[in-house]
């Protein structure tokens, strides 16, 4: 288990010292999310009423555009071939690396949805129920974009295609998010939906480094 | 026949079927073409595969 | 004895096999569709509620259930590459994601077309459309995935974790899709019983287009093969040429 935690210093120091991606990411975040009212007009009830989307909309684009920094670098470098002939499995490798993405960018995100609610007038009794889902639901942001990356590690124009390859896989957390959110000032309440998407969270740690490190064995031969 | 106030959704949706699963027939019997055509080619220049050039 | 998927890890086999069972395949299901189409637009009524748009139905049902059968043969192909590392699997799943692509198209597009004279408009965010619309995404994204790669074995091993990947990820997003819809509007489930007037054209629709499809991967596999084919004997052409070119130097 040393190993694992050394290898998820390592990573969260790498994006520590370099910092840009980390601040990428929100940068993009805070951009989509004010450019939201520019286009759909700055009405403060239909603002409160769609914001739990917008950010997470806005939230999921943003870690997208972070996602093949999980495994990237570290295939180029050749650090990877090195991981994958060490005494760690390549499923926990992946594990550490989603995992460490997840703290570097997930939790970043996680913690400025709400300053960005403010821009959209979110309700206030929502704050609460949207920094729980967001930091419940992120962490199947990193580990299913994870297998994204790794498939795409050796592609051709990988960007585009790990957009297309990882949106789809993201509907379920996206869906249950956002209706976390809504659903908790209604009668139906937020318990169910905030259970699944916990629940989609805990399946997407499980498969998300399963698939990824058998993308990876692939690609390393 | 009469097919009532909608004709014309029933006749697109049948006619878009058509013409892609004949697009999709047409694009596979050509390429099956192309291919028994290269193949072709190549064992008139005398190259045989590995496999039936030992079994003789 | 050996079962019929191990005799078929030939592809000579599968080839001579192939040929033999192709036209019949191909002919049954043309025959099936013929009498299908003559069924459901002479022999079966008209929905005492949708009128003659039921009509729709009889082509819509076979394309969405291909939608999804087809992915799940990807899905049993993919596998059999991953643990069995048959040699057909690849060709099987490589050669099934264009039409299975083509039919979930279908299915969305005369969906869309039903959908106007029935709810008013071409497209609503029903929990059946958007499902098949996400099913979509994950064929392009097979698609493009598999194009990706230079190496086509690595795009073959690539591929088929995806696809299992998309199959495991398809029941929940199939669950979360209906609990949005509910969220957000009633269902529209009108289809939910089927009368038996029109029970039977749908279901020789649905077989015909079964085999069609089953026709049309055979065919698409058959080309597959003799692809690999003239590559592999390109590749030992070249081989070849450079022996002799190095020979003289000798």
């Given amino acids: 288990m040393n190993s694992f935690w050394a290898l998820v210093r390592r990573d969260l120091r790498l994006a520590v010292r370099e910092g840009g991606a ?19 007009g700055p009405d403060l009830n239909l603002l409160a009423r769609i914001a739990a989307g917008i950010l997470w909309i806005a939230l999921l684009l943003a870690a997208l555009l972070s996602l093949n920094r999980i495994f990237e670098a570290d295939y180029e470098d ?11 499995p390549l499923e926990l490798v992946a594990t550490a ?34 920094v729980g889902t967001t930091f419940v639901g992120t962490p199947a942001v990193s580990f299913l974009g994870a297998i994204g990356a790794a498939l795409t590690v050796k592609a051709r124009r990988g960007g585009l295609l790990l957009a297309l390859v990882v949106l789809p896989l993201y509907v379920p957390t996206l869906i249950f998010g956002i209706s976390a959110v809504s659903a908790a000032a209604g009668p139906a309440g937020m318990g169910a939906a905030f259970l699944i998407l916990a629940a989609i969270s805990l399946a997407a740690v499980v498969l998300g480094p399963i698939a990824a490190a058998a993308a990876l064995r692939i690609q390393l031969q | 026949m009469d097919l009532g106030p909608h004709a014309a959704f029933i006749w697109i949706s049948y006619a878009a079927v058509a013409v892609v699963v004949t697009g999709l027939i047409g694009w596979l019997l050509l390429d099956g073409r192309k291919q028994a055509a290269a193949l072709e080619a190549l064992e008139k220049r005398g190259i045989r595969r590995r496999s039936s050039a030992s079994a003789e | 004895m050996q079962t019929l998927t191990q005799q078929l890890a030939n592809p000579t086999r599968f080839m001579d096999l192939s040929a033999r069972v192709l036209p019949w395949v191909a002919g049954i299901a043309a025959a099936l569709i013929v009498y299908g189409l003559y069924l459901s637009f002479f022999d079966s009524p008209a929905d005492y509620q949708q009128g003659e748009t039921v009509r729709i139905m ?17 899905a049993v192909s993919s596998f059999g590459l991953l643990v069995f590392r048959h ?3 690849d060709v099987s799943a490589k050669a099934a994601a264009p039409i299975g692509a083509a039919f979930t198209f279908l299915a969305l597009l005369t969906g869309s077309l039903w959908g106007k004279p029935m709810w008013g408009t071409y497209w609503v965010w029903d929990a059946r459309l958007t499902s098949v619309l996400i099913l979509f995404f994950l064929y392009l994204g097979l698609i493009a995935l598999r194009a990706a790669f230079e190496d086509e074995s690595a795009g073959a091993k690539l591929t088929a974790v995806l696809a299992l990947v998309g199959v495991t990820i398809l029941p929940i997003i199939k669950f979360s899709v209906n609990w949005w819809n509910t969220l957000h509007q009633p269902s529209t489930d009108f289809t939910a019983t089927v009368d038996p007037s029109m029970r039977w054209p749908l279901l020789v629709m649905a077989l015909g287009f ?10 698409a596999m058959r080309n597959e093969v003799l692809r690999r084919r003239v590559k592999a004997m390109r590749t030992q052409a070249v081989a070849g040429r450079d022996r002799l070119a190095t020979q003289p130097a000798e």
């Fill in chain 3, 58 to 74: 009889y082509i819509h049902v076979p394309c969405a259930w291909l939608s999804m059968m087809v992915y799940g043969l990807i």
């Fill in chain 3, 210 to 219: 079964t085999l069609l499809f089953f026709a049309m991967h055979l065919k």
């Fill in chain 1, 97 to 130: 690396k989603s995992l460490a993405h997840w703290l570097t960018t997930g939790i970043p995100l996680a913690l400025l949805a709400p300053v960005l609610g403010i821009l959209l007038n979110l309700d206030l009794a929502s704050y609460p129920i949207l």
């Fill in chain 1, 22 to 40: 980390i601040g990428t990411a929100l940068g993009f975040f805070l951009i989509v999310v004010s450019l939201m009212p520019l286009g759909l």
């Fill in chain 1, 78 to 88: 050749g650090t990877l071939d090195v991981l994958a002939t060490g005494h760690l």
């Fill in chain 3, 87 to 89: 040699p057909l699997a």
